[in-house]
């Protein structure tokens, strides 16, 4: 399974910071209904046997939904449950060795922050790219803010999809207009939202616009 353009509109990026009772699958579920095209599951405090459970539930939510599942920088648990594919950051293990452990037909996804490490992601067999901060965010401490100029020269280096990434709102996502990219990840935006379902569907319409 490869990734279209198309998937890759409105990607949410879990977090269980906004839980709030609720659990991870019904407001995954909420997100799905809303209009969610594609979905990486981040997990930095679970141990290995919670976070394949989880993940194989959500995994199956997902092929209901026929929406993309992936896991953020754990490769082994994305070989171990089949997952579609996983993105791994500047600091993770470098696309080609995920791709000689993922096999062929996974899709593999690379954060970037300038054009050199975006050419090299693609040569090294990433099928997207995930640019930012975009706009200064809460959810990454370490996430270094790119300016539109850099997204939009990256979006020209590579022909491979681009996505934005970073404190990325329904209000400020105009601003990202013309910048080349080909859809929008977002955690807070969706699952920070009392009503994730409508907060989700008017995303989609504001980055529908623009892309």
């Known amino acids: 399974m490869k990734c279209a353009k198309e998937d890759l509109l409105l990607y949410a990026v879990t977090d269980r910071h906004w839980l709030n009772g609720r659990t991870l699958y019904e407001v995954v579920k909420e997100s799905l209904d809303g209009g969610v095209t594609f979905l990486q599951l981040r997990e930095k405090t679970l141990d290995e046997a919670h976070f394949l459970e989880e993940a194989k539930e959500l995994q199956k939510l997902c092929k209901e939904y026929k929406v993309p599942f992936i896991i953020n920088d754990n490769v082994d648990i994305a070989v171990a449950m089949n997952a579609d594919g996983v993105h791994v950051g500047q600091s993770d293990m470098e696309a080609g060795d995920v791709r000689a452990k993922l096999g062929p037909d996974k899709i593999i996804g690379v954060s970037t922050q300038t054009v050199e490490q975006a050419i090299l992601a693609e040569k090294h067999g990433a099928d997207y790219l995930g640019v930012g901060a975009v ?77």
């Not at 401490?141 to 300016?147: G, I, P």
């Open 135 to 211: 706009f200064p965010t809460t959810s990454k401490d370490d996430a270094a803010e790119v300016s539109y100029d850099t997204l939009k020269a990256i979006c020209e280096a590579v022909s491979i999809p681009v996505v934005a990434i970073g404190g990325i709102t329904q209000g400020n996502v105009v601003k990202l207009a013309g910048s080349g990219i080909d859809g929008v990840a977002v955690i807070s935006a969706i699952y920070a939202q009392k009503d994730i379902k409508k907060a989700t569907a008017d995303l989609k319409e504001a980055v529908k616009a623009i892309v």
